[in-house]
């Protein structure tokens, strides 16, 4: 095999690794998909009509919100006085509280995605 041969198999390869790997680094283009949903799995949102900070949080879900577990407490304020909500949003991921805006970050490191 002639040596301009085997450099341009050589370059071949390496950038097919490379865009293998970026393939396999991003999930085959679902990964934002599919962390959203595994956030929404595992935890439940607690908020409150009128209350800025839920409105950020809802920003923040944009047009996810609908996959989440929410609770209103302007609607449901007998739930969250059960749940013993003392200020929203709160976020109940395994058993636990977490008050305030949380990051899409911060939601997939509590809740393991």
Sequence with gaps: MKKETKIYLSLTIVVVVIILGIYWAKGNGNSDEAVIRCIA????????????ACASQENL?????DKFNVT???????K??????????TWIINGEKYEG????????ELTGC
């Excluded at 879900?61 to 919100?65: C, G, R």
């Excluded at 969250?80 to 929203?88: E, H, M, N, Q, V």
């Excluded at 805006?101 to 997939?108: A, G, H, R």
């Design 101 to 108: 805006v949380q990051s899409i970050e911060k939601l997939k």
């Design 41 to 52: 799995e595992n935890s439940q949102l607690i908020i409150k009509a009128g209350c800025p």
């Design 72 to 78: 209103d407490c302007s609607v449901e304020s007998k």
């Design 80 to 89: 969250c006085i059960d749940l013993g909500i003392a200020r929203i949003p």
């Design 61 to 65: 879900l944009k047009e996810n919100i």
